[in-house]
């Protein structure tokens, strides 16, 4: 270990994964990665939260019947989300017979699940742990903004929450692509108070994070094919790569951000993708279906958070944020 990063020896597997998205979600880069691309956002459920909890319990399902094992050999699920009390995953965690971890990253939950699923592992306490999360446009629209049905003209700072749910197994052993090193990253808030301007809010936590776990383990940006920053959009990809540049770091020949890509044209979405489906989905089947035929061999996976509620954001607070970054390897 070295300061906020954490080098794991056994270099703890990511043996299969499930998706599911959204139909304006696969109409993009991920629609041909996903197990099952949804035609309805509604996934046959009476409300947008049942459906946002359905669909992150398809893709806990769908990553363990990927890895050829069933229920019982998974020792512990870590999950969270986006709505108040984390309801969809503790409500999707009641349908699978294992211990549940809640946590709460905003839309960092998916890096965050990951580094702890390696450290139980790494640490020998456990086996296989599944790390997921996910969310829903509708739902999250009318938890953290306005009521769906006024029908209010979005701002050209905002960005889109992405429908879908992502899920990884992640095993002591096995094949698959290895988690080497974990950075824990800490809330930066740069007083940002805009609830729509997330990608202004989360760039300078990933900047700290990204380099931290540059300066801990000693590496240069170009040691990653990528650097995949989690839902900064199109405004935030460009911040933190300003940000890093004015320390020195130059991140631009190879970051990419899971938001700015996921829409088929960013255009029509303003800044592009967010919420904590976003880099699940884009993670989870884009990027590791390119990892497991060894397209690229190296990534940095920094997920980012914004830490607001609807009570902070109605008191005129700023927005914390936060970013944790895993690193995701094929080992030779």
């Keep these: 270990m070295s300061a906020h990063t954490v080098l794991f020896r056994q270099k703890p597997r990511i043996i299969s994964t499930g998706t599911v998205a959204g139909p304006k979600e696969c109409a993009g880069v991920v629609g041909k990665y996903v197990d099952k691309a949804l035609s309805d956002d509604m996934f046959g459920e009476s409300t947008y939260e049942k459906a946002e909890c359905k ?74 742990i599944v790390a997921a999360t996910g ?31 992502g899920g990884a197994v992640v095993a002591k052993s ?12 800490k809330v930066v808030d740069f007083g940002i108070s805009d609830v729509n301007n997330m990608g202004a809010a989360m760039a300078p936590a990933a900047c700290n994070t990204i380099l931290t776990h540059l300066k801990d383990t000693g590496r240069a940006p170009d040691y990653y094919d990528l650097i995949v920053t989690g839902d900064l959009g199109a405004l935030g990809s460009r911040i ?27 255009e029509d979405e303003f800044q592009g993708g967010s919420g904590a489906g976003c880099s699940a989905v884009v993670f989870n089947s884009y990027l590791m ?3 497991r035929r060894r397209e690229i061999n190296r990534v940095l996976f920094a997920a980012t958070g914004a830490l607001l509620s609807t009570v902070s954001s109605g008191q005129g607070e700023s927005i914390p944020c936060i970013c944790h970054a895993v690193s995701v390897e094929n080992v030779f």
């Design 240 to 266: 933190v790569k300003d940000l890093t540049w004015e320390k020195g770091v130059d991140i631009q020949p190879n970051h990419v951000d899971c938001g700015e890509i996921v829409y088929n044209v960013i």
């Design 55 to 128: 669909m992150l319990a398809y893709a806990i399902g769908k990553a363990i019947e990927n890895a050829d094992i069933s229920e019982k050999d998974i020792d512990m699920m870590i999950s969270g989300d986006l709505l108040n009390q984390i309801i969809s995953a503790s409500f999707a965690a009641r349908d699978f017979d294992f211990p549940f971890l809640g946590v709460y990253g905003a839309c960092s939950t998916m890096a965050e699940s990951l580094a702890l699923a390696a450290a139980f592992i790494d640490a020998g306490y456990f086996n296989r």
């Design 174 to 185: 096995g094949g698959g692509v290895a988690i080497t090193a974990a950075t824990f990253g």
């Design 135 to 165: 969310s829903h446009f509708s739902s999250a629209e009318r938890q953290y903004r306005y009521p769906l049905e006024l029908g209010n003209t979005r701002p050209p700072q905002s960005q889109w929450t992405v429908t879908g749910a």
């Design 289 to 291: 279906d390119k990892l």
